[in-house]
């Protein structure tokens, strides 16, 4: 931290604008965060538990499961928290902390969807060399691979946002220690600064983005080629959840990080940021599981699993008394 920093604590404002509405507010997004974590640890156990989904589709589905899960615990529970109390403090330690691992964690679920994507053209361009091409191993990088860049880069945004100086407001303008919100407390915020996190906003957003489409012309050339109509619904099926999961996310990380600020802006931002971290989490599962006969049918294993061993609970408990 620079020596020039003279506010120790922050205050995240974001929804004591609505005073009237935090019951209803915590009680929605308490629910979602159930949710959003039952999902996708579902998912996870699932897949866990199926060898038929032991392949590189599913081994990335299980990592973007528990990355957001992550996001999630990163931000909503100390929003449940703010929603509840008077004091709505957070220390600078604390809030470069969670800037930290929530640019962290979204860079690192931009790069698994990626993965994924370079995953799809793999396995329609080169079906019978599928897995030796995709190997255990090769997986197992792509995702260092991702989690990894997604941390350095989350990292150079933090120093760049927590080395300026803090010496007026200490107001955050959101219910998180988001970008945006922070940088313009600061006294000497200048168009370098700007200019840094821009770009290294761009390179996992927009570089990750172009990774993703890249794979997607490839796959569109390939599916159109095929002689058999079926096979071109296959193939297309196979990408669709994938597809409809890159379009949520990345046109609502964009939206936010991307486009011009204002002052006037934090208000939208903010808004479209609840979308994000508890929308887009909950999304995410019941896309896959809704557009992918196995998962629904894992899935549907494990409550079944579940049912079982709670009745089995309830009648032991039954039989004691």
């Known amino acids: ?45 699932a897949v866990k538990l199926n060898h038929s989904l032991h ?14 899960t992550c996001t ?18 957070i220390s600078v330690f604390e809030c470069a902390t969670q800037m930290f691992f929530f640019f962290g964690l979204s860079g690192n679920n931009c790069f698994i969807m990626a993965a994924m994507s370079y995953d799809r053209y793999t396995a329609i361009h080169n079906p019978l060399h599928y897995s030796t091409l995709m190997t255990q191993k ?22 760049i946002v927590f080395n300026l100086s803090f010496c007026d407001s200490n107001t955050i303008q959101h219910f998180f220690c988001d970008i945006s919100p922070v940088v313009c407390l600061a006294c000497d915020y200048t168009l370098s600064y700007e200019m ?8 996992v957003l927009v ?29 297309f099926s196979t990408c669709s959840s994938h597809l409809t999961v890159v379009c949520t996310h990345f046109g609502f990380a964009g939206f936010v990080y991307l486009r011009p600020k204002s002052s006037d802006s934090f208000r ?16 995410n599962p019941i896309v896959y599981s809704l557009r992918n006969k196995e998962m629904q049918i894992a899935l549907r294993k494990i409550v079944n699993s579940a049912n079982r061993f709670i009745l089995q609970m309830v009648n032991k408990r039954t039989l004691n008394i």
């Not at 999630?72 to 008077?86: F, N, Y």
């Not at 840094?196 to 390179?203: D, E, G, Q």
């Not at 570089?207 to 079926?230: C, D, E, N, Q, T």
């Open 196 to 203: 840094a996190i821009f770009v290294l906003s761009a390179f």
């Open 268 to 283: 939208e931002d903010m808004l479209m940021a609840v979308t994000y971290t508890v929308l887009t989490p909950l999304l």
């Open 72 to 89: 999630a615990m990163v931000i909503i529970p100390r929003m449940l928290v703010d929603l509840l109390s008077d004091s709505k403090s």
């Open 207 to 235: 570089g990750s983005f172009i990774l993703i489409m890249i794979s997607y012309v490839f796959i569109g050339s390939i599916v159109m080629k095929m002689p058999s109509a079926k096979g071109r619904y296959k193939a």
């Open 138 to 159: 090769i997986c197992f990088q792509l995702m260092m691979a991702a989690w990894l860049v997604g941390f350095l880069v989350s990292m150079c945004i933090v120093t």
């Open 55 to 68: 392949i590189p589709m599913y081994f990335f589905l299980c990592g973007l499961s528990f990355s957001e």
């Open 1 to 45: 931290m620079d020596n020039h920093t003279t506010v120790s604590t922050f205050l995240l404002w974001g929804f004591s604008s609505f005073p009237d509405l935090q019951d209803l507010l915590f009680v929605m997004v308490f629910f979602s965060h159930v949710t959003i974590l039952a999902a996708n640890v579902s998912i996870i156990v």
